[in-house]
DNA sequence: GTCTATAAATCGATAGAC
DNA sequence: GTCTATCGATTTATAGAC
């Protein structure tokens, strides 16, 4: 138990590094795949001093997906009472796909975590997930019941969203190699175009 | 390098049985997480009995990764000229919900490879895979241009119904932890309920 | 704070008895 | 074919010099 002081500049600054060069590791191969060595070299400093900075891989791997939770639930917290209803949902799912395209290595991170029980994120998935996911899925049914949008489960709807967006994260390595690639570098594009065209058809009332 | 000989009966179901307790394992932990001696005890044999079979534990991951990959095209390979184009594709994305809810070790599996990058599988997602996928979406492309289905970009209506289907099973821990104990029981038919009513609506023309 | 060296544990695979 | 015992490699974490 070492006594609170002041977390310098520099101690913060390293902290980040080692994060950085974690969610990568860890998105390519996993909380097991990931060794301690692969992390030093993307941080470029050895295997001790990383340790040194958070005790353990475990540690790294814990604090890395606590702290990405919240940046990962934004878009959906930002879903709210909107006089045009099907816009404030499609911008929900605009938001989720920018997020894979922007941030696929933390898209991974949390999808291999989820696939293997999420023993690291129960608590927090049946606690404050789920609220926010009712609270979310009763305005949605609001909505839905005064016909501003079609009729339809909230809760899965929300799964769709989920699943869709995050599938050109997780699973990139398969979409580009079915679509080849003439067709990598305005995929996002294409998944947009056709998200909103399929999301407007499925919701308009 | 042995001579060639008859397999026997019983060699083909201890086969089976380290088969069927690896594909728990590696759904369960991964390739890196899942330990031989895991396997060993699942299967209700000794760690090297398990080699013994197969070599070495890379063999048998390997292995079950091809043997299943048939079993999960199989749906896709099955969608064809039709009478009723919507009620062929709403067959298959049927057929992939139900292989989600009867499959999910496999669907997780496939999932964990292709997430950290398909090692054993590249060849095959831009070969066999892109070639079916490109095949089957060209008919989708037909009846989209004929008029009896909406137009839609066939590749992404392919990947959001692998996507949406899967997802239940790759994320059932967290579907289930956000709809709670109470829903879990009738989950798949809620899904299959939502999903009908959601590409009803955004398929027809 | 940062490193090299190494301890300690885990795990895949093999040797060899039966 | 099947087991116990064990080797050898990998990997997490620590000790201790600077």
Do not use: C, N
Request: overall charge neutral; charged content about 30%; glycine content about 4%.
């Amino acid at each position: 138990m070492t006594s609170p002081r002041k977390v310098t500049r520099i101690q913060r600054e390293k902290r980040e590094v080692i994060l950085a060069a974690a969610l990568e590791a860890f998105a390519e191969d996993g909380l097991r795949g990931a060794t301690l060595e692969k992390i030093a070299d993307k941080a470029g400093m050895s295997k001790p001093h990383v340790v040194y900075y958070f005790g353990s891989k475990d540690a790294i791997y814990t604090d890395l997906l606590q702290s990405l939770l919240e940046v990962w639930v934004q878009p959906l917290r930002d879903l709210s009472e909107d006089a045009d209803p099907l816009a404030a949902i499609l911008t929900y799912m605009r938001r989720k796909l920018r997020m894979s395209q922007e941030m696929p290595r933390e898209s991974k991170m949390f999808a291999t975590e989820i696939l293997h029980g999420a023993p690291r994120m129960r608590q927090q998935l049946s606690g404050d997930l789920k609220s926010l996911v009712d609270e979310k899925a009763a305005l949605i049914a609001r909505w839905s019941a005064e016909g501003k949008i079609a009729k339809i489960d909230p809760h899965h709807l929300i799964f769709s969203i989920w699943a869709m967006t995050q599938h050109y994260a997780d699973f990139d390595i398969q979409v580009e190699a079915v679509l080849g690639d003439d067709r990598k570098a305005g995929l996002y594009d294409e998944a947009d175009a056709f998200l909103t065209e399929f999301f407007v058809r499925a919701l308009r009332p």
